[in-house]
């Protein structure tokens, strides 16, 4: 089909378009997708393009709208982003094996194909661009630690959509090389769900050739190891509980692949209740991840907000006895003549956005309601924490996010992640109070012992 050069002299918010162009070196078809930003045109828009890295034109993230917008989105002042690759192979003979290509000739062909491409993207620039002789669009480039990865699984939930789980080979700085298995959605494909270390089954291991096994005594999710860093805070109430015979009892909002769950089971002693919207992830969850449903971890199908909304009605009403498997909204409590009945010590949230068009953020706008705030209070114990991953889209959002919280908890405790992008909010019912040395609190010992005690001592108070 003929396309009108003119479609692309005006920049139109969210638009579209994707086409075939004989490659200008080799002839082949390759596939050029053209995507406006959502936001209104600035006065001086900019324009940039990206070459698809050779064999990841199946990827999500190059061959699909929410992967381009992702894209465009990591640049804010990018008013129209460009791709170019190679054809995308169908679903059905989707290679299931990428191996990064690095070479000089690679490099060489991708700077003469820049140079090759430049008429075309003059031609699909703005009109006000085009007709600057001394325009030139510039090349974003795109990098991330994967050196190789092998497909282990495709699948269709029924609330998140299309996902995938993956192995990956990623650069180290270490001297031995690291291996991960990794969730993501086609929904949001830039981001990854989960992050979990596996190791090969012999001492030489290539993926795709080797059996790997779980890792499931470390986190690698950046935010993961600042989520659980934040038990130092309650330290010494935790250490009692354990001493007194009552495990501690984590709430976990947002399960996927169950990484923080299995690693609050099995290194540190907690029961864990899990609340997962999608009863796929939760299958994909323990047929690919480890996750093991048992008496020490339950989980359930829901709505994480709707649970804790249910739970603070429900105490708020008086009504606090035991609550069997069947209630509110199917979460799972235990009692076991625990003197903190059925509240939890620590609520811990891992929830994203899921709009692709507010860019990666977390939590959902719906998690800064004052009233769930309140009623994720009166689901926890005296003692107890609340813990959420935050990714904030803006720095207004963040400030909105802070507010929140201390109207309604008593203590507001922030972690960078260190990332860049990730910060771990704690907010506290009651304030923080330690009556036992480091050396008597065995929990504390443990805790430093499974994860990087930095976390622990970047702890600030807000």
Known sequence: MAMDRTTFETLIPSRFITFTFPNPISGQLIRVAVLDSPAPAADSPRVAAMLVPRHREHDWIFSTLAGHLQLLLASPSISRLILAGG????????????????????????????????????????????????????????????IRSVLVEKCVGSCVGEMLVEDVEIESTESKREFRRRLRFKR?????????????????????????????????????????????????????RIRTGFPPKALCIGVGGGALLSFLRTQLGFKVFGVEADANVLSVAERCFGLEVCETIRVVVGDGIDVIEKIGRRFMEGNSGSFDVHE???????????PCGTKFDVIMVDLDSSDVNNGVSAPPLDFVRKSVLLSARLALCKFGIFVINVIPPNRSFYETLIL??????????????????????????????????????????????????????????I
Not at 215 to 221: A, E, I, K, R
Not at 328 to 338: A, I, Q, R, Y
Not at 416 to 427: F, P, Q, S, T
């Open 87 to 146: 054809l995308p192979a169908g679903d059905q003979c989707s290679p299931v094996i990428y191996t990064r290509s690095v070479s000089a000739d690679m490099e060489s062909y991708l700077v003469k194909l820049q140079g090759e491409l430049m008429p075309l993207l003059l031609a699909l620039s703005p009109k006000s661009f085009a007709e600057n002789v001394t325009f030139e669009v510039p090349f974003l480039s795109y990098d991330d630690n994967v």
């Open 188 to 240: 949001m494909p830039n981001l990854i769900q989960t992050d979990v270390s596996i190791v090969p089954v012999v001492a030489s291991g290539i993926l795709g050739e080797v059996e790997f096994r779980l890792d499931l005594g470390v986190l690698v999710h950046p935010y993961l190891a600042p989520m659980v860093a934040s038990l130092c805070l309650i330290s010494s109430f935790l250490e009692e």
């Open 328 to 338: 509110v909204g199917n979460p799972c409590f235990m009692n076991d003549n625990d």
């Open 404 to 461: 929140e919280f201390q109207e309604v908890f008593h203590e507001l405790y922030e972690i960078d992640a260190g990332n860049g992008e990730n910060y771990v909010l704690i907010a506290t019912v009651s304030p923080i109070e330690s009556s036992l040395n480091v050396g008597e609190n065995a929990f504390l010992m443990k805790l430093k012992q499974s994860i990087s005690g930095a976390y622990m001592d970047s702890i600030r108070k």
